[in-house]
């Protein structure tokens, strides 16, 4: 049984910008400039893309046992918001279907939680761990989905 794994980058950049447009406005600084130098703009989406392609990339290594096909960026020097990453997974028959929004749901958190955690390490310190732990745990999280069976279901045979 074949199931589609989907990240949307526009999705992530999104989310990652609302992330830290929140923590920068709620982080209290003397210098009063938290917000400018925290929250994530379209200027700095060339450093953002490298955390993008880091992300997939692991995500890409810890589901590589279940990959029929993984897309691949055309050009990884130019920054293509409209960028989707897809991978098709070949899972066991007693693998529940009911879970790929599920799964898809912890790998955009685990996108967006890595990619703010290794820009906190460059504009936020002290944030910087805690996201990094809450991309840990949706990893776990696609793990766990991605490893669960369904018990066999006995068919009775009609006669």
Do not use: C, H
Request: hydrophobic share 40%.
């Amino acid at each position: 049984m074949n199931i589609i794994l989907t990240i949307k980058k526009a999705a992530i950049y999104d989310e990652v910008a609302k992330l830290t447009g929140y923590v920068g406005a709620k982080t209290i600084e003397d210098t009063g400039k938290a917000y400018d130098r925290v929250f994530t703009t379209d200027d700095d989406r060339f450093m953002l893309e490298r955390f993008w392609r880091e992300a997939v990339g692991a995500i890409t290594d810890e589901v590589k046992r279940f990959i029929v096909s993984v897309s691949t960026p055309a050009n990884s020097q130019l920054v293509d918001i409209t960028e989707v990453w897809t991978a098709t997974l070949d899972m066991p028959s007693n693998f529940d279907s009911n879970l790929t929004e599920s799964i898809n749901d912890s790998l955009l958190s685990y996108s967006v939680n890595s990619i703010a955690s290794k820009w906190f390490a460059i504009t936020n310190k002290e944030e910087s761990d805690k996201y990094n732990g809450m991309a840990f745990l949706a990893g776990n999280e696609v793990k766990s989905k991605l490893y669960y069976r369904k018990k066999p279901q006995r068919v009775v045979p009609s006669i």
